[in-house]
């Protein structure tokens, strides 16, 4: 067995379907999570590729013996880049970089705002946070 036979990219992998979170709320804007990245690298860290070893050492030799030719893309970095006008878009099917509205999107909640004695505004920031179910994973590896 040579070590192509054992290093696995998407390529590698068309038969696996993607992983497609769901949710039931109004215009919700799934966005699939392939197994391994097919065109796109969408974060840092994001595993690429796959590599199957008798022991730890030989991986790291196998993957040691690979190479990675990946073009720069611009880097969104951030709530507020994410949503400035004209930032790139992180995935096709997301306009804009939002998958769902909030809250402040829905009918009657700027005419309550508007009533209101007091608005007070906060800034919350949050870890990235995506579907990661590692059995279902573990299951198409």
């Known amino acids: 067995m040579c070590i192509r036979d054992r290093f696995f990219t998407a390529a590698d992998m068309k038969e696996v379907g993607t992983i497609k979170p769901t949710l039931a709320r109004f215009e919700y804007r799934a966005v699939e999570q392939p197994v391994l990245p097919r065109d796109r690298v969408h974060f840092v860290g994001q595993p690429i590729a796959a590599v199957i070893a008798a022991t730890a050492e030989e991986a790291e030799d196998i993957v040691e013996a690979a190479t990675l030719e990946i073009e720069a893309d611009q ?3 951030g709530f507020d880049d994410a949503l400035a006008p004209g930032a790139p878009l992180v995935h096709a099917i997301a306009p ?6 909030g809250a ?3 009918p009657g909640v700027d005419a309550a705002f508007a009533a209101a004695h007091h608005v007070a505004e906060f800034a919350f920031r949050s870890g990235r946070q995506n579907a990661t179910p590692l059995e279902g994973r573990g299951g198409c590896a």
């Open 104 to 106: 402040l999107r829905q």
């Open 96 to 101: 804009g970089n939002v998958i769902v509205e």
């Open 75 to 77: 880097a969104v970095v």
